[in-house]
């Protein structure tokens, strides 16, 4: 007799002497197997009928289940967004789009859901939280009251006159990343500008956040590790929204596997052990305030150690999630934003020598006798370039879902229940044919004289509201300087390198938008 034919019916005998036949296990298994499916019909029907989002439009499909979403956010990566558009067009201007959220296209209703902290409580969709992970961080905090509080210390360094004290150093940053362009001349190289760009803009944000940079801008690719791990995280969130509990599961991976699987990682690892590092040293070199403020190199985390608050706010784990999702956010948007400009100049000869004349007064001197960024400001060309950038590569393309937890919210004749996660998108508001004629086309002259004013109505790249972007004034500073630095009369000799339109258009929704997942990138020759 072979092992497994004993161990059969030794099985076989334990449940005979039990009374517990394999017939009833198949009963069991059939009841069960029924329990569920009528608790799948009976909740199929309360989100259909009973429910009281079930009066608002949308397709029957995505009020029934989340598998809707899923299939177009995950398995066809990042193209539920394009599928809401379609939703608008069938059903209107409001649509439940899975079981629980509804998003509205209309402007003029933003401001009611994006709303400032004194005009009533706002709160973000807990689920939407666990799958993007880093709890803790200001960003992730659901709680209203907490979130201004972890909020609030951070503020000053992102303020005007914040941006204003470190912005010898963003100049620095600058003039290195022409200089490292302008060292190559003659050699015929071929360079990422998007890598240039994401190094540019982790150096900056790393001196805030940990006061020593991860000098990626002196590095040979211009550290294109961390720009490649950017967006491999950014194309993995999807996933981690629709099943949050991958998120622990991801934590249990030893990092040693992780690096063996993409060794790329050990940067940002890196980074955040940098951070932490220069947070356990900034709580052992505890200064007062008034230090820290005479300082202007003074890090982010040094400002919030020597301020009186809670103890559990000053956990070394939560502060370096602060500072992940402070590199995050300050380095892949912004990047992606300068990328995309400079593909139009660099594409369009007019734009590139308008811009350059522009340039001109300000820049003759270069790098001796430079302006400030208040001076940059004033060009309206200039400004025009930015704004129709951030148009077209929308910041954060879909949705912020936000929740009202003390009041219900009022659509036209429909009630949205408060805690109901209700959303916008930036790409709706930003490519409405009303508002922008031709919106696909990269336009900046539609930004100079008398303009319609729904343009900077719809115009919502970094968001409104108590939970709007932090670091406004800092993505401007950046795109001024380092626009101003590579296309200023003289500067670096670069053109466009079998790079086209379809490499830089946004085309997937991965919270952080992302041209087709084939992309070469925006390629450049030194010339």
């Given at each position: ?91 209107g201007p409001i649509i439940r789009i899975n079981p629980y ?217 939560r502060l370096s999630r602060e500072a992940m999702v402070l ?201």
């Open positions: 007799m072979s092992f497994k034919q004993g161990t059969t019916i030794q099985m076989e005998d334990y449940l005979n002497n039990s009374g517990f036949s394999l017939g009833n296990l198949k009963t069991v298994a059939g009841g069960l197997l029924g329990v569920w499916a009528a608790y799948c019909i009976g909740l199929v029907v309360y989100r259909l009928y009973i429910d009281p989002l079930s009066s608002i439009p949308g397709p029957k499909i995505a009020a029934a289940t989340g598998w809707y979403e899923f299939y177009y956010d995950v398995i066809k990566r990042g193209q539920y967004i394009y599928r809401i558009e379609e939703m608008h067009k069938q059903y959220e509804v998003i509205i296209n209309d402007a003029e209703f933003y401001n009611e859901v994006y709303v400032a902290s004194n005009t009533r409580r706002t709160g973000i969709w807990p689920r939407y939280r666990k799958g993007i992970g880093f709890d803790g961080s200001h960003t992730m905090t659901a709680n209203h009251e907490l979130h201004r509080r972890r909020r609030k210390p951070l503020e000053p360094y992102f303020s005007r006159l914040g941006i204003n004290r470190m912005e010898p150093t963003l100049v620095d940053e600058a003039k290195l990343l022409s200089t490292r362009l302008e060292a190559m001349k003659g050699s015929k190289a071929i360079v990422r500008l998007d890598h240039v760009f994401s190094a540019f803009a982790g150096d900056v944000i790393g001196r805030i956040c940990a006061e020593t940079p991860p000098y990626m801008m002196r590095l040979p690719d211009f550290g294109r590790d961390w720009h490649d791990l950017i967006e491999r995280i950014v194309g993995q969130l999807l996933l981690f929204m629709h099943i949050p509990e991958l998120v622990s599961l991801a934590r249990l991976i030893p990092t040693g596997v992780l690096f063996y699987i993409y060794p790329g990682a050990s940067g940002f690892n890196e980074f955040r052990k940098l951070a932490s590092q220069h947070i356990e040293d900034a709580k052992k070199q505890k200064m007062r305030p008034e230090q820290v403020d005479e300082n202007a190199t003074s890090s982010i985390f040094r400002h919030i150690i020597s301020m009186d608050i809670p103890e559990s706010e000053l956990s070394t784990e590199f995050g956010a300050g380095t892949a948007t912004t990047a992606r934003t300068m990328g995309f400009i400079s593909y139009y100049l660099l594409t369009n000869p007019h734009m590139k020598e308008r811009l350059s004349n522009e340039l001109a007064p300000l820049m003759a001197d270069y790098p001796n006798n430079l302006p400030k960024w208040a001076d940059l400001e004033k060009l309206d060309y200039l400004q025009a370039l930015i704004k129709e950038g951030l148009r077209l590569s929308f910041g954060v393309m879909r949705r912020l879902p936000r929740t009202s937890p003390d009041i219900d919210l009022v659509y036209k004749q429909y009630v949205i229940p408060k805690d109901t996660p209700v959303g916008m998108a930036a790409y709706s508001l930003h490519t409405d044919p009303e508002v922008y004629p031709e919106p696909f086309k990269f336009i900046p002259e539609r930004w100079l004289g008398n303009i319609d004013p729904r343009m900077n109505r719809n115009w919502v790249p970094f968001s409104r509201g108590s939970r709007n972007c932090l670091g406004i004034n800092l993505a401007y500073a950046e795109m001024n300087w380092a626009l101003a630095t590579i296309f200023r009369p003289n500067g670096p000799d670069i053109s466009i390198y079998e790079t086209d339109e379809s490499d830089i258009a946004q085309a997937v929704d991965f919270l952080m938008p992302l041209p087709k997942l084939s992309s070469r990138g925006t390629r450049i020759m030194v010339n």
